[in-house]
């Protein structure tokens, strides 16, 4: 199958040309996706209608797809998932019957990492656009590569050696999960903890390995001193030369690396129905192997 590659131009990002998924990939296809994908961390496929069969036999070629985390919908007992499909998580605002029928809302979903507070992370994420509002709901990027090789030395020696608590007690967009309690002190955060730094088990690169914002803490700091070196190491990662931001149509799917990228979602009316179906591979636990 003859692909194209368009990268964004962007800190990270392309476009690969030339497929239709409602078909298995040859194995030589299914390498140069999954190269550029290693190359550019974020691969964007447009203009595809597929079903869930599809999006997860697609999802296999880069490993084998994690059950869908547990949601709003599933906390209303509701499934987060369409029949038949325990591996897709659906991420929508829209409601039936008063509750939700996936994830996330319409707010905005801040930057972070995809279950990095778990002790096993998810490699990457593959998100189809079914439906999509007029405007908002962008999703973002930012190149964490970029990040680790351009911190500054003195933030690079106070992060080296250093782990960080990812907080497991609320999602992205805010929502508190089950069965936890808000933290009133990012000391006792429950959550995974992880090298800041990161070495990519398959090409080897380092990046940052932030995960979210809030309720972040590094062990052994006083709390003033953790917050100070997290806003700054935060506000590094996520400038906007290492960003860049997709605009949804139906019909679009997106892969990331989520060992090298952080991403965020752009708040949307929640008069406008959004409707995205996910999948999550499997991953192992970082680690960071100084050069
Ligand atoms: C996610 O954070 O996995 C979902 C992003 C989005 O809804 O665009």
């Excluded at 499909?85 to 509750?99: H, L, M």
């Excluded at 995809?114 to 439906?131: R, T």
């Excluded at 398959?202 to 990046?207: I, K, L, V």
Aim: glycine content about 8%; overall charge negative; some cysteine.
């Amino acid at each position: 199958m003859a692909v194209e590659i368009l990268p964004t131009g962007a800190a990270l990002g392309a476009e690969i040309r030339g497929l239709d998924l409602r078909r298995g990939l040859d194995p030589d296809s299914i390498e140069v996706v999954k190269q550029t994908w290693r190359d550019h961390l974020v691969l964007l496929i447009r203009d595809q209608d597929i079903s869930d069969a599809d999006l997860v036999r697609f999802s296999r070629y880069f490993g084998e797809p994690r059950l869908a985390p547990l949601g709003e919908a599933r906390m209303k007992g509701r499934s987060r998932s369409p029949e038949g499909y325990p591996e897709v998580a659906i991420i929508s605002n829209v409601t039936k019957d008063g509750i939700p029928i996936g994830s996330l809302g319409n707010g905005e979903a801040i930057w972070h990492t995809d279950m990095s507070y778990l002790e096993e992370p998810i490699m990457g994420a593959i998100l189809y656009a079914l439906e999509v509002p007029p405007s908002g709901g962008d999703t973002g990027f930012a190149n964490m590569y970029l990040a680790y090789e351009t911190l500054p030395d003195e933030l690079r020696s106070k992060l080296e050696d250093s782990v960080c608590v990812h907080d497991h007690s609320l999602n992205s967009a805010g929502f508190l999960r089950r069965g936890y309690e808000e933290v009133t002190d990012v000391t006792q955060t429950p959550g995974a903890r992880h090298p800041l730094f990161r070495t990519h088990p398959e090409t080897g690169r380092h990046a940052l390995f932030l995960g979210r914002r809030r309720n972040a803490y590094v062990p052994g700091l006083p709390v003033e001193e953790s917050d100070a070196l997290l806003d700054a190491v935060w506000a590094h990662a996520t400038q906007s030369a290492f960003t860049w931001h997709h605009r949804w149509q139906v019909g679009d799917l997106l892969i990331w690396d989520n060992r090298a990228v952080l991403h965020r979602r752009d708040a949307f009316d929640n008069d406008d129905r959004r409707v995205m179906h996910r999948t999550q591979i499997e991953g192992d636990r970082p680690y960071y192997k100084r050069a």
